[in-house]
């Protein structure tokens, strides 16, 4: 069984960056997965969990969400089992809990744009935009 626990979120001025970190343990080589990362407003039930990027199995290919894009960068380090995500330029309404999530296949489909792409998820890591 995979388990994957997210951190880096935290209080940060509008304009600012931020990193956040995926680490998994258990289950198989961590190049067997596509990550997904998802972010979702506390208390809010629709839309739910929204898209924020995926990657794929080595790292060559992205994918973002066209709100975003131009301000994420995901990245994965295969050897650390490790995925990230960066959000530059952040924004009031960047903030909400940020997910990580893994599927088993290792490419990225059209599924994985959507929560239902994943068989695994972390507990979240809220990230708070303010001045």
């Known amino acids: 069984q995979l388990h994957l626990e997210e951190s880096g979120g935290g209080l940060v001025q509008p304009g600012e960056s931020l990193r956040l970190s995926c680490v998994a343990s258990?289950?198989?080589?961590?190049?067997?997965?596509?990550i997904g990362w998802f972010r979702q407003v506390p208390g809010q039930e629709a839309p739910g969990r929204e898209f924020?990027?995926?990657?794929?199995?080595?790292?060559?290919?992205?994918v973002y969400a066209d709100s975003m894009k131009g301000r994420l960068t995901i990245s994965r380090d295969n050897v650390k089992r490790t995925a990230f995500l960066q959000i530059d330029n952040l924004m009031p309404e960047d903030a909400a809990v940020y997910y990580c999530?893994?599927?088993?296949?290792?490419?990225?489909?059209?599924?994985?744009?959507?929560?239902?792409?994943?068989?695994?998820w972390g507990q979240g890591t809220q990230v708070t935009v303010s001045s």
């Open positions: 924020v990027g995926a990657v794929n199995w080595n790292g060559a290919t992205t």
């Open positions: 258990g289950g198989t080589a961590f190049s067997a997965y596509t």
């Open positions: 999530a893994a599927d088993q296949g290792g490419a990225i489909r059209a599924v994985h744009r959507t929560p239902m792409g994943y068989d695994y």
